[in-house]
């Protein structure tokens, strides 16, 4: 059992994460240095608390994007720089929960990005 712990912490240096751009299940992906439109916000409940597991998509005019908040509420898009004319448009669910509000919050001062999606869900 002693064996083990070596054995993983070299196997967790050896292979090396893939530059995913995407979210995984709930698991957050922390921001790249790759020049991406990025889509980030939140979930909470009426009530504030963040909700985990909460399915948020991001609706464009070709392409719909698909992303699930993590156990913070938090949820993330990053989305290829040739995809900045489009217009999107997020909706947020959750089974648990059968009304909800979002807010968007557009770039500053003409920025391509990030956008900002609030989302508040009812119950």
Same mark, same amino acid.
């Given at each position: 059992?002693?064996?083990?712990?070596?054995? =993983?912490?070299?196997?967790?240096?050896?292979?090396?994460?893939?530059?995913?751009?995407?979210?995984?299940?709930?698991?957050?992906?922390?921001?790249?240095?790759? %020049? &991406?439109? #990025?889509?980030?916000?939140? #979930?909470?409940? @009426?009530?504030?608390?963040?909700?985990?597991?909460?399915?948020?998509?991001? =609706?464009?005019?070709?392409?719909?994007?698909?992303?699930? &908040?993590?156990?913070?509420? @938090?949820?993330?898009? /990053?989305?290829? /720089?040739?995809? =900045?004319?489009?217009?999107?448009?997020?909706? $947020?669910? %959750?089974?648990?929960? &059968?009304?909800?509000? *979002?807010?968007? @919050?557009?770039? @500053?001062?003409? =920025?391509? &990005?990030?956008? /900002? *999606?609030? $989302?508040?869900?009812? /119950?």
């Amino acid at each position: 059992m002693r064996n083990a712990l070596p054995f =993983a912490l070299l196997f967790g240096t050896l292979i090396q994460p893939i530059g995913v751009k995407a979210q995984i299940y709930g698991d957050y992906i922390a921001p790249t240095d790759d %020049h &991406s439109l #990025v889509w980030f916000g939140f #979930v909470k409940s @009426r009530h504030g608390d963040y909700i985990e597991g909460a399915t948020v998509v991001l =609706a464009g005019d070709e392409l719909d994007f698909v992303a699930v &908040s993590d156990h913070l509420g @938090r949820f993330r898009f /990053e989305l290829p /720089e040739r995809l =900045a004319q489009q217009r999107f448009t997020a909706r $947020c669910s %959750h089974p648990a929960f &059968s009304a909800s509000f *979002i807010r968007t @919050r557009p770039p @500053r001062r003409g =920025a391509l &990005s990030p956008y /900002e *999606i609030n $989302c508040l869900l009812e /119950e």
